[in-house]
């Protein structure tokens, strides 16, 4: 398999793996680190970022649609479920979208932003830094 045809890989597993889907992108990366003649370090922490970080972006465009379309029909209970995670938002801020990463809750945290709203740019380069920075430490733990 070529360089290009493995980095369009992990650019897949990374994106797809930052939406509502199931997914592990790092042990894409890691094992593309490890190969024989495969990717440098750079390139390959570049495709997972940029994958991860558009992944995210569906993900938060998904949160804007159900703020617009589901407002007016959620039940109750969705909306003290909601408005808890306001409250957690609000305390933590935009912050949070730094660990957009972390499994179980990254996704989460990425649909949350959607929904209340978070503005784009600050969205998109605090998750996009967060993303980096822990594909550039798995590859730099992997030994890439």
Known sequence: MGIWAELGGLF???FLSATLLPGSSEV??????????GAGP??????????NTLGAVV????????????AARMSEGNRARL???EAWHRRLGVWSLLLSWVPVVGDPIVLL?????TPFWPFLILVGLGKTARYAALAAIAGG
């Open 12 to 14: 897949a597993a990374a």
């Open 59 to 70: 993900t938060w465009a998904i949160g804007l649609g159900l703020a617009t379309a589901g």
């Open 28 to 37: 894409v990366l890691v094992a593309l680190l490890q190969a024989e003649g």
């Open 83 to 85: 408005a808890r995670a």
């Open 42 to 51: 750079l390139p390959a922490v570049a495709v997972a970022s940029l994958g």
């Open 113 to 117: 932003a959607g929904v209340l709203r």
